[in-house]
């Protein structure tokens, strides 16, 4: 499957392991020397319209890429991300 950045950035990443929604890709890294894409990068969010800061950003490796499909892309990550941490513990707050 041929996929451009344009339609990447238009696919919602979900975690497989939690089920969690990461976001939206908004970058990507290339290995220039063989021409491969090698992570995707999804930019963490902003605290009080970026002046307190944002989260950390999700680097996801292709190598932890299960799916990629018409609306969503499935991961399955190494170890989890800063970010993807502290969303999952407010979820779980919530269902207390």
């Known amino acids: 499957m ?3 950045l344009t339609a990447l950035r238009n ?3 979900i975690d497989m392991k939690t089920g969690l ?5 908004d970058d990507i890294e290339i290995d ?3 021409e491969r894409v090698t992570s ?3 930019f963490g ?5 970026g002046f307190m800061g944002r989260d950390n950003d999700i680097v996801i490796k292709c190598s932890e890429i299960a799916l990629v499909g018409e609306d969503t892309i499935l ?5 989890e991300s800063v970010s993807t941490k502290s969303r999952s ?8």
């Open 2 to 4: 041929v996929c451009t």
């Open 11 to 13: 696919k919602e990443v």
């Open 21 to 25: 929604r990461l976001g939206y890709v």
């Open 32 to 34: 220039t020397d063989t």
């Open 40 to 42: 995707l990068i999804i």
């Open 45 to 49: 969010r902003a605290h009080a319209l």
């Open 75 to 79: 991961v399955k990550q190494e170890k």
């Open 89 to 96: 513990f407010m979820v779980e707050n919530l269902l207390k």
